[in-house]
């Protein structure tokens, strides 16, 4: 049976650009509409406040029923949380709202069906914001899926359509410092996870601590990578990396960042895509031979080229 593997949209946002809390909420309100329009007008009627099963462990509905649930996360010290749920119904999403407004260290939400014990599962959608102690300044904003959604033969481009449409307006209005659509790697990017060391500085490699400097060298690079302002022109700027051959789309971002599609579609972004993104961002990215670690079952690939960025020839 062919492994199936997670991608992550993933954007970086300054305190700069404006109210955490209120962006939180745009990513949840705005996303969920252009990705699950169907499950959030299931779930809209519903109250607030979850169901609870009559007995412990039991059916919480019919099987295949949609559920949708937002949550948020609150820190009580540096080891102990306390999370709070409601349904994603409009009642729901007022009260994510109010919760926002004092942006907690984590929300999330959740779309899926019931499976045969009534129980939730799958996921037709999730969605997370979150700010980490050692990068204050900075909010991730990011959406979690099933790799075949892309690479579906009848529905896989109209979903990369729709999960690009929906990044769109946050990477054009946030200014981030860095963006992408890959593999997950439980925070880190590819790039980073390739560079994971006790040789070298954490903050190389440690996605808890990188984002503070996601404007002095770039992350990682993917089949969509968000490129910041300062490091576009690093690079050569649009017009040597329209030149390049690197990239499906090249766009302008209004703050002067870049939105670099590899491939138009995803299905095409093979190893050799993957070179010529790397050869094009070479330059940005810290120097350093990647390592490609022993792959266990279950995790992403390394999709990656494990050569020394700064020996990399134009």
Same mark, same amino acid.
């Given at each position: 049976?062919?492994?199936?593997?997670?991608?992550?949209?993933?954007?970086n946002?300054?305190?700069?650009?404006?109210?955490?809390?209120?962006?939180?909420?745009?990513?949840?309100?705005?996303?969920?509409?252009?990705?699950?329009?169907?499950?959030?007008?299931?779930?809209?009627?519903?109250?607030? /406040?979850?169901?609870?099963?009559? /007995?412990?462990?039991?059916?919480?509905?019919?099987?295949?029923?949609?559920?949708?649930?937002?949550? =948020?996360?609150?820190? %009580?010290?540096?080891?102990?949380?306390?999370?709070?749920?409601?349904?994603?119904?409009?009642?729901?999403?007022?009260?994510?709202?109010?919760?926002?407004?004092?942006?907690?260290?984590?929300?999330?939400?959740w779309?899926?069906?019931?499976?045969?014990? $009534?129980?939730?599962? $799958?996921r037709?959608?999730?969605l997370?914001?979150?700010?980490?102690?050692?990068?204050?300044?900075?909010?991730?904003?990011?959406?979690? *899926?099933?790799?075949?959604?892309?690479?579906?033969?009848?529905?896989g481009?109209?979903?990369?359509?729709?999960?690009?449409?929906?990044a769109?307006?946050?990477?054009?209005? +946030?200014?981030?410092?860095? @963006?992408?659509?890959?593999?997950? #790697?439980?925070?880190?990017?590819?790039?980073?996870?390739?560079?994971?060391?006790p040789?070298?500085?954490?903050?190389?490699?440690?996605?808890?601590?990188?984002?503070?400097? =996601?404007?002095? +060298? *770039?992350?990682?690079?993917?089949?969509?990578t968000?490129?910041? %302002?300062?490091?576009?022109?690093?690079?050569?700027?649009?017009?040597?990396?329209?030149?390049?051959?690197?990239? @499906?789309?090249?766009?302008?971002?209004?703050?002067g960042?870049l939105?670099?599609l590899?491939?138009?579609?995803?299905?095409?972004?093979?190893?050799?895509?993957?070179?010529?993104?790397f050869?094009?961002?070479?330059?940005?990215?810290?120097? @350093?031979?990647?390592t490609?670690?022993?792959? %266990?079952?279950?995790?992403?690939?390394?999709?990656?080229? #494990?050569?020394?960025?700064?020996?990399?020839?134009?």
């Amino acid at each position: 049976m062919n492994e199936q593997f997670t991608l992550e949209v993933q954007l970086n946002v300054e305190h700069t650009a404006g109210s955490f809390g209120e962006i939180a909420y745009r990513w949840f309100d705005d996303v969920s509409a252009r990705v699950a329009a169907e499950a959030r007008a299931a779930v809209a009627p519903f109250t607030a /406040t979850v169901g609870r099963p009559p /007995t412990p462990f039991g059916p919480l509905g019919e099987p295949g029923t949609i559920f949708g649930v937002v949550q =948020c996360t609150r820190m %009580k010290t540096a080891f102990e949380s306390t999370t709070t749920e409601r349904n994603a119904s409009a009642a729901g999403m007022r009260w994510l709202r109010t919760q926002l407004a004092d942006m907690p260290a984590q929300a999330s939400m959740w779309f899926g069906r019931l499976d045969e014990h $009534g129980h939730r599962s $799958g996921r037709l959608l999730y969605l997370r914001a979150r700010r980490l102690a050692d990068s204050p300044d900075w909010l991730r904003l990011e959406a979690y *899926l099933d790799e075949p959604e892309f690479t579906d033969p009848v529905r896989g481009q109209d979903r990369q359509q729709r999960y690009l449409e929906a990044a769109w307006p946050f990477a054009d209005e +946030f200014d981030p410092g860095f @963006g992408d659509i890959d593999y997950t #790697f439980n925070g880190e990017t590819t790039f980073e996870t390739s560079l994971r060391s006790p040789e070298r500085p954490r903050p190389w490699w440690d996605h808890t601590s990188s984002v503070n400097h =996601c404007r002095e +060298f *770039l992350r990682g690079y993917s089949w969509l990578t968000i490129l910041p %302002k300062e490091l576009a022109a690093v690079v050569g700027g649009a017009g040597a990396l329209t030149a390049s051959g690197a990239f @499906g789309q090249v766009r302008q971002l209004r703050h002067g960042g870049l939105w670099l599609l590899a491939t138009d579609d995803y299905r095409d972004y093979d190893q050799a895509a993957v070179e010529r993104v790397f050869r094009a961002l070479a330059p940005a990215l810290r120097a @350093g031979t990647p390592t490609q670690w022993p792959r %266990k079952s279950g995790e992403s690939p390394q999709r990656q080229v #494990f050569r020394d960025a700064a020996r990399t020839g134009s």
